[in-house]
């Protein structure tokens, strides 16, 4: 059974800074990797999807980068701002589409 | 072009009463997945549907629960005489094949 982790599970950083989020995950034939983020009480909004054929993908601030072979994937926010301040969730399908979840990393960004 | 609309947004029942959740998934998408989010813990899925058909409900507790996906009309989550521990976030999300899951907001279930 897959299994995601998400390290750290909490981290506060100063406004400004470029930080980096985990995720590992035990079964590496995947087909793709998603990232999700949570605002608290809200339903969850989809950032990245990679692909398993791809390293990389890339959205305004937001970078994921995918390594199937050691099965981690990171999530790189660049120059973070307050409205960045959310739970951040990896999510990986299996081969029935069913998505198994990280615990999510919660992070504060300080303005 | 709505996203994934779930409803209700709260919802409280008394212990052994039934609760009905909805989702209506994102305009073409054929299919819905169902997760339940207990405080402080991470997702975990329930269910997956396409249209009149259940395809996975490894996550379903065997009793008092059940969900449809009808032909016509929106996705239910039905959960029978419910007990305090039902009490969580109830998250729907639709997608195309192959393709990013959209949430929709959730439904917050309180047991009394």
């Known amino acids: 059974k897959q299994e995601v982790t998400q390290i750290p599970a909490a981290l506060s950083v100063p406004e400004g800074e470029n930080l980096v989020l985990n995720c590992s995950f035990t079964?590496?034939?995947?087909?793709?990797l998603q990232w999700f983020r949570q605002d608290p009480g809200k339903g969850l909004t989809s950032l990245l999807l990679?692909?398993?054929?791809?390293r990389e993908q890339t959205s305004g601030r937001l970078n994921a980068s995918l390594d199937k072979s050691s099965g981690r994937s990171t999530l790189y926010i660049a120059a973070s701002q307050p409205g960045d301040s959310a739970t951040y969730l990896c999510?990986?399908?299996?081969?029935?589409?069913?998505?198994?979840f990280g615990t999510g990393t919660s992070l504060t960004v300080i303005p | 072009n709505a996203g994934v609309m779930q409803n209700p947004r709260h919802l409280v029942r008394r212990r052994g009463q039934e609760a009905r959740l909805r989702c209506s998934p994102m305009?073409?998408?054929?299919?819905v997945y169902w997760y339940r989010q207990l405080p402080e813990e991470g997702l975990k899925f329930m269910v997956y549907?396409?249209?009149?058909?259940?395809?996975?409900e490894s996550g379903m507790p065997k009793e008092r629960f059940s969900a449809e996906f009808p032909k016509e009309g929106p996705s239910i989550l039905r959960i029978q005489q419910v007990v305090r521990g039902d009490s969580a976030a109830y998250f729907c999300?639709?997608?195309?094949?192959?393709?990013?899951?959209?949430f929709g907001n959730g439904t917050r279930l309180t047991v009394t």
């Open positions: 999300a639709s997608s195309l094949a192959d393709s990013p899951l959209h």
């Open positions: 079964d590496s034939a995947i087909y793709n």
């Open positions: 990679i692909q398993s054929s791809q």
């Open positions: 999510a990986v399908p299996n081969t029935g589409n069913q998505f198994y």
């Open positions: 305009k073409g998408h054929s299919h």
């Open positions: 549907l396409q249209k009149e058909n259940i395809i996975d």
